[in-house]
């Protein structure tokens, strides 16, 4: 079966700062990885994703994430967060050819003035 | 274009008594999805349609909640009778077809006393 594990439930970063959020997937089959974005009070909505290719996904707002198959990870960065980057990050994961989405358990990004 | 519509968008009930929520998705989307969010979790599937039709419904606790998409478009999901461990954000999805981008509704915020 498939997991994903966010590590941080929580991450506190000054304004202007990089930040990284982290996330690890377990899986024996092939799979794509996605970075799902929520803000207060809204439903989620698609960062970036990974299906093939290049290991450096570029998505909204900024945003990118890595692909590491060796370390089965998928960590999304910016170098340079914004007050209206607060909100609540989920990792997932899809099997090829499957149509279930696996989420992590989230990380709330706290951007501090 | 407009989006995954939900309603209500709040709702509080007492334990032991039924509530239902209402999905309206994007138009032409074959493929609409419900989860469960259960505060500090991620999103999980509950069931997924394919037009009328489910697809997967082996998360669904079918002993309380039930789900229909008559006409393939909107969708309902109801639960009878409620539990405390049903509070949670429902939330609904819709995609063109299967394995698609998945475009998420605000969700329904339901608090059991």
């Known amino acids: 079966a498939q997991s994903v594990t966010q590590l941080d439930s929580q991450v506190p970063v000054f304004e202007e700062a990089p930040v990284e959020l982290r996330c690890n997937y377990s899986s024996s089959v092939s799979v794509y990885l996605f970075w799902y974005v929520q803000y207060p009070n809204q439903g989620l909505q698609l960062l970036l994703k990974y299906l093939s290719g290049s290991t450096l996904v570029k998505g909204i707002n900024g945003f990118e994430a890595e692909f590491n198959k060796s370390q089965t990870s998928f960590h999304l960065r910016k170098p340079s967060v914004h007050i209206s980057d607060t909100a609540e990050y989920f990792c997932a994961v899809r099997v090829v050819r499957d149509d279930k989405i696996i989420f992590g358990k989230g990380t709330r990004l706290h951007i501090l003035p | 274009e407009a989006g995954v519509a939900q309603s209500p968008r709040y709702k509080i009930i007492e334990k032991r008594q039924s509530v239902a929520f209402w999905c309206n998705p994007i138009?032409?989307?074959?493929?609409l999805y419900w989860y469960q969010q259960i505060l500090g979790q991620g999103p999980k599937l509950l069931i997924q349609f394919q037009n009328n039709g489910v697809v997967d419904d082996s998360q669904l606790p079918k002993d309380r909640f039930s789900a229909e998409r008559l006409k393939g478009v909107d969708s309902t999901l109801k639960i009878q009778p409620a539990k405390l461990e049903d509070s949670a954000v429902y939330l609904c999805?819709?995609?063109?077809?299967?394995?698609?981008?998945?475009?998420f509704g605000p969700g329904t915020r339901l608090t059991v006393l």
């Open positions: 138009s032409g989307h074959a493929t």
């Open positions: 999805a819709s995609s063109l077809i299967s394995r698609n981008e998945q475009f």
